[in-house]
């Protein structure tokens, strides 16, 4: 029993060390970035009460495919939906629960992508499953947002989400 316990113990910590890996940046940092390097920014709006935030935090961005999507397509930003923390946008100053009523995302989570130049490519609300939310990750990386369906991008990637 000892051993299982230990067992476990050590995949918590060792899942909790892969979550922190995701290099979470300040809007500012991430738009100047992405000027630099033509990648996107993620802007992951989240509240302190939301279980499906949280629900992320546990099963969708420790995997490793997540994480190595993010890496690849974008730089990742928080932004809780009830803050009246300041960051900036496009040279403007915003609170971040103004910047979220700028994005309409009322609801949590709701994932933004925006442009290398801060202009808006789009969003989606709610809790996405590691599988699918990787997916979209490549799918707006890559540049496919309007050139062809979600649900066809993820049929061609063997992902079915029951349609």
């Known amino acids: ?14 899942a909790g060390v ?3 890996s995701i290099e ?4 500012s940092k991430a738009q100047e970035l992405a ?15 939301c279980s499906y935030c949280q629900k992320m935090y546990k099963q969708v961005f420790p ?5 190595d999507s993010l890496s690849k397509y974008f730089h990742p930003v928080r932004i809780d939906i009830e803050s009246d923390k300041k960051v900036v946008l496009n040279g403007d100053e915003f609170t971040e629960q103004g910047l979220a009523r700028k994005f309409r995302a009322t609801r949590t989570p709701t994932t933004i992508f925006l442009d290398s130049e801060g202009g808006v490519i789009g969003a989606q609300p709610g809790f996405l499953p590691a599988n699918v939310f990787d997916k979209l990750l490549g799918f707006v990386g890559s ?12 049929n061609e990637h063997g992902v079915d989400i029951g349609q």
């Open 143 to 154: 540049d496919l947002t309007g050139k062809k369906s979600f649900s066809k991008y993820l």
């Open 1 to 14: 029993m000892k051993k299982i316990l230990a067992f476990a113990v050590i995949l918590l910590i060792a």
């Open 35 to 49: 000027a630099e390097d033509g990648k996107k920014v993620m802007l992951f709006a989240e509240a302190e009460w």
């Open 63 to 67: 995997v490793q495919s997540v994480q």
């Open 18 to 20: 892969q979550a922190q």
């Open 24 to 27: 979470w940046k300040a809007l």
